[in-house]
């Protein structure tokens, strides 16, 4: 099975927009692969650099093991090979290590490495735990440096040195002096992905800090308005970044920040109010009320 070799999967993604794409679930929360399949085909008519199957929006965190490999086999046999798919790696280690392994197999082109779940580690720890994913495949790695899987400059660039599968950083801390440390440290080394929640409203900082890609939720409802807004900021248009971000993506994110769990379940909302539905989100997360996919709707509807 051929992948795309992990020495140009870093610069394959930042060459544009990244797709984080749902999974479609039925009422009884089981998968729908069908659903799923035509949600993929009707983004691959838009451009994009990547698609990460079964990440944070596609409730990764949510799927048994059987059913994230399901959900990467699907994404892999849909895109055929237009975009490069990425697969999780998630949890402790050994789970990480078994899951990346599963993703070669699938024919995934890479691995998103999540943090491990719950547990704190030393940036030491950290190390330790890329090392051991990037020496179970022969995939680029993607590191995912969030929550209790912070680091500093050193650490990457250790785990850079000792790593040469990992290919990317994608970032969902937003501290942006650790940002600039770690660019100026590794210059080109590493592909730099923005991935905080709603990506879109610090693409303009992080293209400064040397990102040239992000990855958006939102992109799986509105794509023509997610790569318009994307090409205004490698544009450094900022007069229609602002724009977009006072109609759309600010009151956007005041709906969002309404509840936990929200920057997933808004996702699948949008879906409903552009009348293509991925059905509900499992639990623990909990859906939109009525009143507020109404709310989302119009604003949708102002975009349009």
């Known amino acids: 099975m051929s992948h795309l070799p992990a020495a140009d999967l870093g610069p394959a993604l930042g060459r544009g927009l990244l797709s984080f794409p749902v999974t479609h679930f039925r009422a009884d929360l089981s998968f729908d692969e069908a659903a799923y ?19 944070g929006t596609g409730e990764g ?10 959900v990467v086999r699907a ?11 990425l697969a999780p790696a998630s949890a402790g280690t050994a789970t990480a290590v078994e899951q990346a392994r599963a993703a070669e ?16 580690a030393g940036q030491d720890g950290l190390i330790e735990h890329v090392a051991a994913v990037c020496g179970a495949t022969s995939l680029g790695v993607v590191f ?10 050193v650490t990457v660039a250790r785990m850079a040195e000792r ?5 990317g950083f994608k970032d969902g801390v937003g501290n942006i002096e650790t940002m600039t440390r770690i660019v100026a440290r590794l210059g080109d080394r590493l592909t730099y992905i923005g991935g905080l929640p709603t990506a879109e409203t610090f693409a303009p900082a992080y293209q400064a800090l ?5 990855s958006s939720a939102i992109f799986n409802f509105v794509p023509e308005f997610a790569l318009e807004f994307y090409r205004a900021v490698r544009a450094n248009d900022r007069g229609t970044v602002q724009r977009h971000l006072r109609e759309f993506l600010l009151p956007y994110l005041d709906l969002r920040d309404r509840h936990k769990g929200y920057a997933v379940s808004i996702i699948k909302a949008g879906l409903a109010a552009v009348n293509r539905p991925a059905g509900p989100v499992r639990p623990p997360l909990t859906g939109l009320t009525d009143a507020e996919l109404a709310e989302l709707t119009g604003l949708v509807n102002k975009i349009a």
Do not use: K
């Not at 965190?61 to 399901?70: G, K, Q």
């Not at 995912?144 to 400059?153: H, I, L, P, T």
């Not at 790593?163 to 290919?167: D, E, G």
């Open 210 to 214: 040397g990102a040239t890609t992000y």
């Open 163 to 167: 790593c040469p599968n990992l290919v």
């Open 144 to 153: 995912y440096n969030r929550a209790n899987a912070a680091c500093g400059d």
């Open 61 to 70: 965190f949510s799927l048994t093991t059987a059913e994230i490999d399901r």
């Open 75 to 85: 994404a892999v046999s849909e895109v055929d090979g237009r975009v490069p798919v």
């Open 37 to 55: 399949r035509d949600h993929l085909a009707w983004l691959s008519r838009y451009e994009v650099a990547g698609l990460f199957a079964a990440g």
């Open 105 to 120: 197999a699938a024919g995934a082109d890479g691995i998103l490495l999540f943090p491990p779940y719950l547990t704190e």
